[in-house]
T-cell receptor
Framework: EAQVTQNPRYLITVTGKKLTVTCSQNMNHEYMSWYRQDPGLGLRQIYY???????DKGDVPEGYKVSRKEKRNFPLILESPSPNQTSLYFC?????????????????FGPGTRLTVL | QQQVKQSPQSLIVQKGGISIINCAYE??????FPWYQQFPGKGPALLIAIRPDVSEKKEGRFTISFNKSAKQFSLHIMDSQPGDSATYFCAARAGNQFYFGTGTSLTVIP
């Protein structure tokens, strides 16, 4: 089954304790992205990656790191989490970031990771 | 600064009615406008999308109307059903980045 998986689904941690949220897709997609969803703010893009070893900042990258060493995986790293990073996080992937205007632009979202930083 | 402004925040519609959600933008670099549907506990899923050289796109009961000169686009859900109750997000793409609206919570009353 074609899908984007995230782990963990729920995480409660304390300020300053480094954590990693994993994201994996099995669709051989080039483009992967991380978003955070907050009430009243919608989804905001944190980082995205056009392909292996190619990453770039989105709208709200502060406090986050990413890496793309393999095509299928795109982990989100919080080196020193703070309470303002408490949010619902989504990973997404698509065939390509900006090629064409048809189904290739469909972003497939993972199920989400609810993070609470105390 | 919200690059894509979405309204209303919430919407209640009777079964069989028309649901209309509006979005506006300023960035003329936006070249792709998708709408996403999100059910509680799930990730957003693409519903329908449009490119700026098209004024309207229809897929089943869902229609996007696009007004390039006004920099506005809207989602119309015809014959709304209780199963359409969800949160809807408009979005826009510039280059490799996506910008989302703040979401509309739609409730369709039987």
């Amino acid at each position: 089954e074609a899908q984007v998986t995230q782990n963990p689904r729920y995480l409660i941690t304390v300020t300053g304790k480094k954590l990693t949220v994993t994201c994996s897709q099995n669709m051989n997609h080039e483009y992967m992205s991380w978003y955070r969803q907050d009430p009243g703010l919608g989804l905001r893009q944190i980082y995205y990656s056009m392909n292996v070893e190619v990453t770039d900042k989105g709208d709200v990258p502060e406090g986050y790191k990413v890496s793309r060493k393999e095509k299928r995986n795109f982990p989100l790293i919080l080196e020193s989490p703070s309470p303002n990073q408490t949010s619902l996080y989504f990973c997404a992937s698509s065939v390509s970031g900006n090629r064409g205007f048809s189904s290739t632009d469909t972003q497939y979202f993972g199920p989400g990771t609810r993070l609470t930083v105390l | 600064q919200q690059q894509v402004k979405q309204s209303p925040q919430s919407l209640i519609v009777q079964k069989g009615g028309i649901s209309i959600i509006n979005c506006a933008y300023e960035n003329t670099a936006f070249d792709y406008f998708p709408w996403y549907q999100q059910f509680p506990g799930k990730g957003p899923a693409l519903l329908i999308a449009i490119r700026p050289d098209v004024s309207e796109k229809k897929e089943g009961r869902f229609t996007i109307s696009f007004n390039k000169s006004a920099k506005q686009f809207s989602l119309h859900i015809m014959d709304s059903q209780p199963g359409d109750s969800a949160t809807y997000f408009c979005a826009a793409r510039a280059g490799n980045q996506f910008y989302f609206g703040t979401g509309t919570s739609l409730t369709v009353i039987p």
